[in-house]
């Protein structure tokens, strides 16, 4: 069975922990203890008929990533970058991560990884129209795969921001004849599984 390493950055408390719970079983818990150094989960999706293992690397970084952190960035497929949008130093950092693990990882055609931005914790604020431009001049502007409000609590828009980054993966691939992945992305079905959940340095 293949699979795909998907990176899930941002700043402290933004929300990468529980959305990567969110997509993995489809739940909440009101109390996280923080990600020392990163953790990793799996779900099985299944892609035009083929089954994929999806490994969702929870990156812990204050200010950036860790020396070790690094490192994981290498062979990855995707990244998820996660702002707190009720805190919007957060949010202005999504870029500064973005840059960061660019320079850390580049796809296997050379170009930089397909990316997606989630404002997470949407469910505390009444969105503003302001925020729903900032959002879409972020994605526009730094070259996101696309952009989405989100709320690990209530799950609203997770697997669509999950999807889309999928897709956009597997374009990619299909663009890159040297690799082996499927061509069409029709199909994603999330219905998932959590498969396990480790915690590395
Ligand atoms: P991190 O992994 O990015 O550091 P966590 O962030 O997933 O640990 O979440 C940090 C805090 O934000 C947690 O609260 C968590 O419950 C809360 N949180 C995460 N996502 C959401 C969301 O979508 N909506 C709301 N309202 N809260 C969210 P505590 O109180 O444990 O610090
Ligand atoms: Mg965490």
């Not at 293949?2 to 899930?8: E, G, I, P, T």
């Not at 062979?75 to 500064?96: F, P, W, Y």
């Not at 931005?117 to 469910?123: G, P, R, V």
């Not at 879409?136 to 730094?142: D, F, H, R, T, W």
Request: net charge positive; proline share 2%; hydrophobic share 35%.
């Amino acid at each position: 069975m293949s699979y795909l390493k998907v990176l899930v950055v941002g700043d402290v408390s933004a929300g990468k922990t529980s959305l990567v719970t969110r997509l993995v079983s489809n739940s909440f818990q009101e109390t996280y203890k923080s990600t020392i150094g990163c953790e990793f989960s799996s779900k099985l999706i299944t892609l035009n008929s083929e089954v994929k293992r999806v490994q969702l690397w929870d990156l812990a970084g204050q200010d950036r990533l860790g020396a070790v952190t690094k490192l994981y960035c290498r062979d990855a497929h995707g990244v998820i970058v996660v702002g707190d949008i009720s805190r919007a130093e957060t949010v202005g950092r999504t870029t500064k991560w973005k840059a960061e693990v660019e320079e850390y990882s580049t796809g296997p055609d050379g170009r930089s990884l397909p990316m997606v931005l989630c404002l997470n914790k949407c469910d505390l604020i009444v969105t503003p129209e302001h925020a729903t431009e900032q959002l879409q001049a972020l994605v526009q502007e730094n070259g996101f795969a696309g952009g989405f409000f989100t709320s690990a609590k209530t799950g609203y828009n997770a697997n669509e921001a999950f999807a889309c980054l999928i897709t956009m993966i597997t374009k990619r691939n299909a663009e890159n004849p040297s690799t082996s992945q499927p061509s069409k992305y029709a199909n994603i079905t999330l219905a998932l599984q959590h498969i396990n959940r480790k915690s590395c340095c």
